[in-house]
């Protein structure tokens, strides 16, 4: 089984509706993100967690929010899905400083959302 | 100036040819060095770590980090077409778990 998962993987929906993306995973991290992913832009993260209470934005969180349900679970919101939210969206985790490569993260499969 | 320059454009090479990639940055802070690989349809995986100025190699994989250049590497030999995907360079400072990514380059390999 994969140690990052995300659902859905597609998911088509029409401007204005609200959308949650979920994110689980079985690492054991306390770390987890919330990236997109454009076509010519790269990734950019869009909101971070460092444990259970901890919630950070990103460098473009306006028009996302977030939720860490559980060490193990981390969900994204679009409360009004808008055209240009169409893109890919990743989830990863990382260990604590003190864990030895403590820097890598790892990734979801991803989750194809295009708002119409 | 954005933090991590990587030029996107596609690169196309012949099966067992050198691919060679590169990023700059602007932060000479910044201490740990990475490059991902990603598959079509697929999240990113981490593909070579290196920490500081040096060279590391990993089979047909070498990474450089050149920190007086503010200047980072990737060369693949002997290319393979299973080698074609996107390879995004990544970096962060010491103690800090938020990474500044590269554009990607997708690189394909025609057999």
């Known amino acids: 089984d994969a140690d990052v998962t995300q659902t859905p993987r597609n998911r088509i929906t029409k401007t204005g509706k609200r959308i949650m993306l979920e994110c689980s995973q079985t690492?054991?991290?306390?770390?987890m993100y919330w990236y997109r992913q454009d076509p010519g832009l790269g990734l950019r993260l869009i909101y971070y967690?460092?444990?259970?209470?901890?919630?950070n934005k990103g460098e473009i969180s306006d028009g996302y929010s977030v939720s860490r349900q559980a060490q193990a679970k981390f969900s994204l919101s679009l409360e009004s899905a808008i055209p240009n939210q169409t893109a890919l969206y990743f989830c990863?985790?990382?260990?604590?400083?003190?864990?030895?490569?403590?820097?890598?993260?790892?990734f979801g499969p991803g989750t194809r959302l295009t708002v119409l | 100036q954005k933090e991590v320059e990587q030029d996107p454009g596609p690169l196309s090479v012949p099966e067992g040819a050198i691919v060679s990639l590169n990023c700059t940055y602007s932060n000479s802070a910044f201490q740990y060095f990475m490059w991902y690989r990603q598959y079509s349809r697929k999240g990113p995986e981490l593909l070579m770590y290196t920490y500081s100025s040096g060279n590391k190699e990993d089979g047909r994989f070498t990474a450089q980090v050149d920190k007086s250049s503010k200047y980072i590497s990737l060369f693949i030999r002997d290319s393979q077409p299973s080698d074609s995907a996107t390879y995004l360079c990544?970096?962060?400072?010491?103690?800090?778990?938020?990474?500044?990514f590269g554009k990607g380059n997708q690189v394909v390999v025609i057999p």
């Open positions: 690492k054991g991290h306390d770390r």
């Open positions: 990544a970096m962060t400072l010491y103690g800090n778990n938020r990474l500044a």
């Open positions: 967690s460092f444990d259970v209470k901890d919630i």
């Open positions: 990863a985790t990382s260990g604590r400083r003190t864990e030895p490569g403590y820097n890598e993260q790892f």
